[in-house]
């Protein structure tokens, strides 16, 4: 405790860098999860190799992939390259959440929408991204707690972050160091994560909240044991 108190500063500071490291890749990964699992949606046939693919970037390792893109002219030893690789895995997890997302829109809403005249591109904002929305905020949520631990192998790069904590207590043998930054780590993600249900719950008004569902299904429960 004594080490945690006299070095909050460097705490502070170490996490305001990760959350910075973590948010971009989080945001990106989305926007670039969009196309690519409304692609893998739309072309039926192409769907399974095209998934499989985009799922298999997750498994390459950390250290490989930092190699790889600075091969395509990005810093190795760099911040950028971090992000990037943080986005590709974000968007190894999140694409599979678009594409089944809208999968799971009834086709009889989609063909309501086009007898009132809602065009493609209209259809997929009014309609298919609103309905999506459940399924990709819990993958978003995924994707956001995957990346805010990843983004701690940045110090094997020389980028500063939670994850200095980690190999500068262990190669110090300071045991509250290590654990600090487990700590620091798990915050983050959990503040992120309740700031993501806050978002949806203030985009999708219309969702149930865990209370309503609790109480329907004490009502469905009481009528079926009557």
Known sequence: MTWILDNLPLIGSLTLEHLRQSAIPIVLSFLISLPLGW???RYTPFRGAALTTIGLLYTIPSLGLFAVLAGFGVPFLSPTNLMIALTIYGVAIMTRSVTDGLD????AVRASAVAVGYGPWRRFWA???????????AGLRVTATSTISL?????????NNLGYLFTNGYQRRIVEEVLSGVVAVALIAILVDIVLVLLGRLLMPWLPRRRESRAVARRVLAEATA
């Not at 309609?127 to 905020?137: E, F, M």
């Not at 983004?151 to 980028?159: D, F, P």
């Open 39 to 41: 692609a893998a949606w």
């Open 104 to 107: 799971a829109i009834d086709p």
């Open 127 to 137: 309609v298919d991204l609103p309905l999506s929305g459940p399924v990709l905020l």
């Open 151 to 159: 983004a701690t192998v940045g110090i094997l790069i020389g980028v």
